[in-house]
C-alpha cells in the first residue's frame, strides 16, 4: 500500500505532487510589461506593474497559503467513472486520462488539512487545467468531505474555486452535485463553524450556484471572472454582449456580492485574520482606567446648539471611531443581493483583546442615509456576530434613511424591520453608540441593544426638528424651538430612561479633541460589554426584550378624561 503513490504517478507520467506547468509567459497581456524581471510575477503570478492576476495550479495555491510542511492530503485516489459512456469527439474516458497525465491529478480538486499561521484549517482547492475545473461526482464528493470533515474536527473550513460549473459528460449527476456540497455546506453553518469562500478566475455555474456563494465570507481575488453564466454562454443563448466590466470581481464588489477583493500577495494574510476573528473566544482585556463620571449639561445648552454639534462636518464619523476604538478591523461588503451601501460600514475586528463585530452609519455620500441594501449588509453582519459569539458595537449617526423611489422599490420599511427583529433575538451582547444625529426609523434599526450609549452633543429623536417644524407649524424655520420640545438630546434621554450611558466630549465637541473623545467612549464600551459578557444568554435576551417591553407611557380614558375636565393631572 505504501507503493501507491509512486505506482499511480507512474501510471501518470509524472514526479510525486508535480504538475504539467504551462510555458512562461514573458510579458503581462494587460499593460505589455517585461515579466521576466519581477519578483512578484516569480512569486504570485501577478504582473508588479499593473496587478494583473495569473492564474495558477492548485498545487501552488496550497503552497502560497498554508503553513509550510503543514498540508497532509485527503481523498486523492478518488477518480470520475463513466456513468453515461459519453463520447463527443473523444471518449470521457480519453478526456480524464488525458487532464490526468497533463496536471498530475486525478481530479479537478485538492482537499486536505493544513494550517494558515498556525491555525488549523479543512481546504479545498480546485483546479481549472482539469477539464475547467468543473464539478463532477467526484469533485462534489470531495467537497462534501471536506465540509464533513471540517464538522466532525470542528475546524473552519476554506474553499478556493476556479470552476467553469458542472461537467456535462455526466449528465444530471453531475448538476446534483450542487445539491449535495450546498447541503453539506449548510451543516457547517448550522455547527456555527467558519466557511470562507475564495473567488478565483474564473468561478462560474453550478459552483458558484452552491457551495462556493454560501460561506460566512466571500473573497474574491483581483480581476477574477466571476458569474453563473459565461460571457460567451450569455452572448450565444441570450444574444446579449456583455460590457468588459461585468462579472469581474471589482463588479460584483460594487453590486454587493462579494466581501473583499483581495490582491494574492495580501490573501494569506487576510485569511488568517478572518480565522482569528472568527474563532477568537476570549474575553475582554480590562479596563486601563476608572470609568470616568458622566457628563452634567448645563441648562443654559439649547437643545438647537446640541443639534449643530452633532450635525457638525467636522465631527469624527464611523470610519474614524473605528480606527480609534479597534486594534484591528477587517471590513465585510455587500448584501449579497443587490449593492454594497457605502452609508454603512461593516466588519469585524478586534476591540480591548476582544473579537467583536462592528457596524457603523458613515456620513458620506446620501449623508448617511442608508439604501435597504445598507441594513441588509448590517443584518447580514448581526447575524454573523449571532453565529460566532461575537460581541456587537453599533455606531448612529444619521439623518434617516433615504427615503427615495428607489429604496421603495428595494424594501426599505422591510429592510429596516428585519434589522430590528434581528437584534431583538441576537444572542450576543450588544452595545449601540449613537456619535451623532440618529433620526427616525434608520437611525433605531441599529439601536435596539442591550446598552444604549450617547455622546454629550450627540442627538436621537422620532423626526428631525425641520421636519417636525414642517408638519406642526408648515414652516420649518422655526425648527429650533422645536428640537427643545422633541426632547432630543443625551441629557433628555437620560431622564426619560431611553439611553443607558452618557459619554462626555471636550468643550466644543468631539472633533476638538478625538482621541479623548475616544478614550472615554472606550471604557464606556468596555464596562458594559464587560457586564454584558457575564450574564447568560437566556437571561440577556430575556432582560434585552423585557427592557424595549416596558418603554412607553400610558394612562387609562378615564384618568385622561378627568385631567381635562379639572385640567390637571390626577396624583396617581
Request: aromatic fraction near 6%; charged fraction near 25%; charge should be positive.
Amino acid at each position: 500500500m505504501d507503493r501507491l503513490p509512486n505506482l499511480v504517478s507512474a501510471i501518470l507520467g509524472r514526479r510525486e505532487g508535480g504538475e504539467e506547468v504551462p510555458p512562461e509567459p514573458t510579458t503581462c497581456p494587460q499593460c505589455g510589461a517585461d515579466l521576466e524581471p519581477q519578483p512578484d510575477f516569480k512569486r504570485y503570478r501577478i504582473c508588479g506593474r499593473c496587478g494583473y492576476h495569473f492564474r495558477i495550479p492548485a498545487r501552488q495555491r496550497l503552497n502560497l497559503l498554508l503553513d509550510p510542511g503543514s498540508f497532509r492530503e485527503t481523498d486523492r485516489w478518488l477518480a470520475s467513472a463513466d456513468p453515461l459512456r459519453f463520447t463527443d469527439k473523444v471518449s470521457y474516458h480519453e478526456r480524464l486520462w488525458e487532464a490526468q497525465r497533463r496536471t498530475g491529478l486525478t481530479e479537478a480538486v485538492i482537499t486536505g488539512t493544513g494550517t494558515i499561521d498556525g491555525q488549523p484549517v479543512v481546504i479545498a482547492v480546485m483546479e481549472f487545467e482539469f477539464l475547467g475545473g468543473s464539478m463532477g461526482s467526484v469533485v462534489g464528493e470531495k467537497i462534501a468531505r471536506t465540509f464533513e470533515r471540517a464538522l466532525r474536527r470542528r475546524q473552519p473550513a476554506i474553499t478556493v474555486a476556479a470552476s467553469g460549473g458542472a461537467r456535462m459528460q455526466e449528465g444530471m449527476l453531475s448538476l446534483m452535485q450542487m445539491a449535495k456540497t450546498a447541503a453539506a455546506a449548510r451543516r457547517l453553518h448550522q455547527a456555527h463553524i467558519p466557511y470562507i469562500s475564495v473567488l478565483t478566475d474564473p468561478t462560474t455555474g453550478g459552483v458558484l450556484a452552491s457551495f462556493a456563494s454560501l460561506a460566512d465570507v466571500l473573497v474574491a481575488e483581483p480581476g477574477a471572472l466571476i458569474g453563473f453564466s459565461g460571457p460567451r454562454v450569455i452572448e450565444q443563448t441570450m444574444g446579449q454582449k456583455l460590457p468588459p466590466e461585468a462579472q469581474r470581481a471589482e463588479f460584483l464588489l460594487a453590486h454587493g456580492q462579494v466581501d473583499l477583493v483581495v490582491p494574492r500577495p495580501r490573501l494569506r494574510a487576510t485569511l488568517a485574520e478572518l480565522l482569528r476573528l472568527l474563532t477568537a473566544r476570549s474575553g475582554f482585556t480590562p479596563a486601563a482606567r476608572r470609568l470616568a463620571e458622566e457628563p452634567v449639561m448645563a441648562d443654559t445648552e439649547s437643545a438647537w446648539e446640541v443639534v449643530q454639534r452633532a450635525r457638525d462636518i467636522r465631527r469624527p464619523t464611523a470610519r474614524a471611531f473605528i480606527g480609534y476604538l479597534l486594534s484591528s478591523f477587517v471590513e465585510l461588503h455587500g448584501d449579497r443581493l443587490y449593492a454594497d451601501d457605502p452609508a454603512v460600514v461593516t466588519g469585524i475586528g478586534e476591540f480591548a483583546g476582544r473579537a467583536v463585530a462592528v457596524i457603523g452609519q458613515e456620513r458620506t455620500g446620501r449623508d448617511g442615509r442608508a439604501m435597504p441594501e445598507g441594513y441588509r449588509k448590517a443584518r447580514r453582519v448581526m447575524s454573523l456576530a449571532g453565529k460566532f459569539g461575537l460581541p456587537l458595537i453599533t455606531l448612529v449617526d444619521t439623518p434617516g434613511a433615504y427615503p427615495g423611489l428607489e429604496s421603495e422599490e428595494r424594501g426599505l420599511a422591510g429592510a429596516i424591520a428585519g434589522c430590528l427583529a434581528t437584534l431583538s433575538e441576537l444572542p450576543v451582547p450588544t452595545v449601540a453608540v449613537v456619535t451623532g444625529e440618529g433620526a427616525s426609523g434608520g437611525a433605531l434599526a441599529l439601536a435596539l441593544a442591550d446598552r444604549i450609549i450617547m455622546l454629550e452633543n450627540a442627538t436621537f429623536e422620532v423626526i428631525a426638528p425641520e421636519g417636525a417644524a414642517a408638519i406642526l407649524y408648515r414652516d420649518a424655520s422655526r425648527a429650533a424651538e422645536v428640537a427643545a420640545a422633541l426632547r432630543l438630546t443625551a441629557r433628555d434621554l437620560k431622564e426619560l430612561g431611553l439611553i443607558d450611558r452618557v459619554v462626555s466630549e471636550p468643550e466644543g465637541g468631539a472633533h476638538v479633541d478625538p482621541v479623548a473623545t475616544v478614550r472615554e467612549l472606550r471604557s464606556a464600551i468596555l464596562a458594559e460589554l464587560s457586564e454584558l459578557e457575564r450574564i447568560p444568554v437566556g437571561r440577556l435576551l430575556k432582560a434585552r426584550y423585557e427592557k424595549f417591553r416596558r418603554i412607553g407611557q400610558y394612562e387609562s380614558y378615564l384618568r385622561s378624561t378627568l385631567g381635562r375636565m379639572f385640567g390637571r393631572r390626577l396624583v396617581r
